[in-house]
């Protein structure tokens, strides 16, 4: 059993926000006794082929939180995405909150700033961001108590956010039959990842588990949430009972075969700023495109 603070009698309201251009899920939860309310992995839209950023995504969160009167208190990036861009600074000048993500972004900043020869003026300490998450770290929304677990393996700086009885997992695992995600990324590893995702299995079997991905394997429709019971149970990847050694096989194979994800390039040059877009030494915003680097 997890030794982490758990209340599953607390019972958060969660709405999910389903973006088809990069199967992202990003939630709004409610503190179940007061008005307060997170995001958790929020989408900010880039037509990357004519270079335009758009925000229709998270205009749809902003209006849904205004719309219900909730008082939004923290935005979460379970960690650095290499598929989405996050709109944490959109959304938190439109309503306020906290940006937070775990402590090892200094990690994924050092290695990605080097990647795209980021000068001495991109800092490397994860100030960009509000909060900094050590495992184990608790915060408050309104009433309610949420942990931040840290689950490496996928990046450095995954974190699953257990929120009462719900858990947001990140890419740390998806949908029993959609398995887990990869960890071939700088800084990720196959046994670091089985690792951490035994640490959310030893959740209790009823905690509601939120994914950050769903792709529809084998042509079902789209789902995001399940349980740490059927992730058990059933997970093609982990379930069962699948050993550490079987799982690193598995993954290393499969990982090697994977293309990279289409919007990796500004993807991380954004999310390692917290959602904020660089800029040339004009002030521009303006995204680079390393050869060879990746």
């Known amino acids: 059993m997890s030794n982490y603070p758990i209340h599953m009698d607390v019972k958060p309201e969660v709405e999910a926000f389903f973006d088809e251009a ?35 995504h998270a205009d749809m969160m902003i209006a849904y939180i205004r719309d219900k009167g909730l008082d939004l208190q923290w935005i979460i990036e379970t960690h650095v995405h290499a598929d989405h861009l996050s709109a944490a600074p959109y959304i938190q ?4 909150g906290k940006i937070g993500i775990g402590d090892q972004i200094m990690v994924v900043q050092d290695t990605f700033g080097k990647v795209f020869n980021e000068g001495t003026e991109f800092q490397r300490d994860g100030s960009q961001f509000d909060a900094l998450f050590k495992d184990g770290d608790s915060y408050q929304i309104g009433n309610m108590d949420a942990i931040a677990l840290y ?8 974190m699953v956010h257990v929120m009462g009885n719900a858990a947001f ?16 990324f700088p800084g ?5 990842l089985y690792d951490s995702i035994q640490k959310v299995l030893a959740l209790p079997d009823e905690m509601r588990l939120f994914m950050c991905h769903d792709y529809g394997p084998n042509g079902r429709d789209i789902a995001w949430e399940t349980t740490v019971g059927d992730e058990k149970a059933h997970n093609i990847h982990v379930g069962g009972g699948k050993s550490r050694e079987e799982f690193v096989k598995f993954r290393t194979e499969r990982d090697a075969v994977l293309d990279m994800p289409r919007l990796i390039i500004p993807s991380l040059q954004v999310n390692m700023r917290a959602g904020d877009i660089p ?9 680079k495109v390393p050869v060879n680097a990746l």
């Open 93 to 96: 000048q439109q309503l306020g």
């Open 188 to 192: 990720g590893d196959a046994g670091t």
């Open 22 to 56: 990069t199967n992202t899920i990003s939630y709004v939860v409610k503190d179940p006794t007061s008005n307060a309310c997170a995001v958790v992995d929020s989408v900010m839209d880039i037509d990357y082929a004519a270079g335009r950023i758009t925000y229709d």
């Open 151 to 158: 689950t490496p393996g996928h990046t450095p700086a995954c």
């Open 279 to 287: 800029t040339d030494e004009d002030g521009n915003p303006m995204l």
């Open 169 to 184: 997992t990140g890419d740390t695992l998806f949908m029993p039959d959609g398995g887990s995600a990869r960890a071939d």
